[in-house]
């Protein structure tokens, strides 16, 4: 396979950022668990967080899961599982989020198949809109059938924000959660040992010393491996430039820059629309809308304007350019959170461990 494009992943910048977190967060009352879905699991980026001082590895696919089999710590799965994967979800997953009876039948048959004991934290939906039951008292139902099942062991309750529909982790959401729990071990009698918050979303929230008492997890995925949280923006003592991506020239000419005769549409079936710079040197790299969305990349040398690009091609202006680009120089760019799920998950792009 050839070297380029390649994306670029800076090892010791996602375990320094996971102990800045992990101290951070400690502070607070506050064990977190590692999102590792963006990197798409790859062991290495497992080993990084978990160098990092987190001890509790979370994934929304059983797939990703088993590529971290291997590791020390603890998995989680944080997509509400399938009925048709239970047995596997038992088997790689110590904790699952749940919001389905259905499921957690087959899982508690899946567990007890396997001579295990599987832990379920219950998803509550606190307005967002994605997983879990909106009314309480459904939630307060789904507890009681859950601790009636003999092959699982609930834990804790979750609630997941500002995914689906921009709702923001506020007192008011995680109190309500709170006290939903308290509901739970009183009329249970029981501890539970997880209240999972919120993603990364719950930093600035907990930064600001509102965190309720009583969250005592977050899912920290985008704040340990990118430094990014609630809306991208950037997570105090958490650095930025944990990705980036190489692509290789492999033409440099000068040619205008409107097509001479643009009837046809381009190879997406969309009307393409052109700014005329006049003559211009432009290079074409190695990489194209098949490994990753154009408008998720940008250019590390500021003066590259992105023109374009079709599946395999990626259609640069660097005239402004004060570089002596030649075939074969290599242009860098920086990724947004889309851009480095793409790379990560495209077989064309070398994963470049650092
Ligand atoms: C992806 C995900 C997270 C992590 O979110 P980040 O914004 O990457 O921190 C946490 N919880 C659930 C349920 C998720 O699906």
Redesign the pocket.
Known sequence: MSVYPCINIHLDTITRNTQNMVSVCQHYGVTPAG?T??ACAYPEVGQAILNGGIQLLAD?RIVNLKKMHHLDGQKML??IPAISEADEVVQYANIS?NSEFATLEALSNAALAQHKIHQVILMHDLGDLREGAFFEEETLALARQAIALPGINLVGLGT?LA?YGGVEPTVDNQSRLVSLAKQVETEHNIKLKYLSGA???GLPLMLNGELPQGINQL?????VLMGIGLNDDPVPNTRQDTFDLTAEIVEIKVKPSVPANSTALDAFGNKPEFVDRGLRKRAICAIGKQDVDIDQITPKDSSIIIIGGSSDHLILDIDDSEHDYKIGSRIEFDLSYGGVLQCMTSEYITKHFI
């Open positions: 999102v879905k963006l929304s944080l997509r989020l997941n995914c993603s990364s979303a899912r920290l995925g985008a704040s």
